[in-house]
C-alpha cells in the first residue's frame, strides 16, 4: 500500500488518481488503433477522451458518494465529495455515466453507435487493470480474511482501515481477470459478426467477472449485504447489466445473409 505518488510541495500526488490516468491513455491509444483498423479515424477516438473522463468520473463518483454516505461523508466537510484525487470512484457509476456522455458525444458528431461501442468495450477492460491497481495502492475495495498463501496485508493506522490482517487481494484478482478479458474482447472484436455484438459481450462477461469477485471483497458494510447477506450492491448492478447485455445481443440487427 503505497497511496502517495509524490508531493509537489503541499501538493500530494496520489498513486490512485496516477494509475486511473494510465487507464484512461492506455484505454484511448488501444480504442484508437481499433477504430482505425475499423474505418474510424483516430482522431474521432481521441477526441472522446474528455466526454468518456468526464462523465466517468462523474458518474464514478457520484454512486460512491450514495453509496458511503453514512461512512464517508455524514458530517464531514462539503469540499471531501470532490475529492477524486484520494480515492473512491464506483466502477459501475463510470460506466454509466461514460456511456451517457458517449451517447451525447456520438449524436453530435453523427458516428455510427454501435460500431463506436465495439471499438471502445474492450478498452475499457484494459482500463479496468490500472484502475483496480490504483485501488491495491490505495488501500480500498480490499477482500475478505483469508489464510491462503498469496494473501496480502496492509499496514497498520492506514487512512483507510483497511484489514491489517492478511485478505484475499481482490484488486489483483480483478486486475488479472480483466486483462484476460482484454485479450478475449480484442480478438473476438476482429471476428464481430455484428456491430454492437463486442459491447454487448462486455456487459455480460464483464457482469460475471464481478459478480465472482465480489465473493471475496470485504470492505461493504453489514447493511450493504443483501439477499440474506450474500449479495453486495455491486452483485444487483451486475444482474440488471447481465439482462442488459443479453438483451441487446439478442435484439441488435444482423447483417443479412447473402444467397447465391
Known sequence: MQPIAIELGPFPIHWYGVMVAL?????????????LASGISAEKVIDFGPWIILGA?????????ISYWRESFEGRPTWEIFAVWQGGLVFYGGLMGSTVASAIYIRLK??????MADI?????ALGYVF???GCLLNGCCYGRACDLPWAIHFPGGNALNAPTTPVHPTQIYDSLLN????????????????DGQIFAAYLIGYALLRSFVEMFRGDYPEHQHYLGGWATPAHLVSIGILAAGLVLLAMLPRPKSKRG
Open 23 to 35: 487507464g484512461f491513455v492506455a484505454g484511448l491509444w488501444t480504442a484508437s488503433r481499433r477504430g
Open 57 to 65: 468520473i462523474i458518474g464514478a463518483r457520484t454512486l460512491y458518494v
Open 110 to 115: 453523427k458516428l455510427p453507435f454501435w460500431k
Open 120 to 124: 471502445l468495450a474492450p478498452s475499457i
Open 131 to 133: 484502475g483496480r491497481i
Open 179 to 194: 486483462l484476460v478479458f482484454y485479450a478475449a474482447l480484442a480478438w473476438l472484436y476482429r471476428r464481430r459478426k455484428f
